[in-house]
C-alpha cells in the first residue's frame, strides 16, 4: 500500500508580501489555461515557469501567470503548489 504524501509549501509571510510585490511590479504576461487553476493542477510543458530574482528570497519554486491568476510551481512535477492572491 503506498503512502499519499501532501505537499506543504514553506513560503514565510515575508516571502509572500516580496512576491506579491514583486508581481504588482513586474506584472507578467499571462497566459490562457483551459483547465481550472487550482492547487495540485499541472501545468503543460507549454507553459514557461519563471524564476524569482534573488532579493525574492524563494529558489525552490517557480512562477508564472495563468488566467491572471499568479501561481508558484513545483519545478520537477509542475503542479501548482499555490495561488498568490
Do not use: C, W
Amino acid at each position: 500500500m503506498l503512502a499519499q504524501t501532501t505537499t506543504t509549501t514553506t513560503i514565510t509571510t515575508e516571502q509572500s508580501g516580496k512576491i506579491k510585490s514583486y508581481f504588482m511590479k513586474e506584472k507578467p504576461k499571462s497566459v490562457k489555461f483551459q483547465e481550472t487553476v487550482a492547487v495540485g493542477a499541472t501545468l503543460p510543458a507549454t507553459v514557461e515557469l519563471y524564476t524569482f530574482p534573488s532579493d525574492v528570497g524563494v529558489t525552490q519554486y517557480r512562477y508564472t501567470m495563468v488566467n491572471d491568476r499568479a501561481v508558484l510551481v513545483e519545478p520537477s512535477s509542475r503542479k501548482i503548489i499555490q495561488i498568490i492572491e
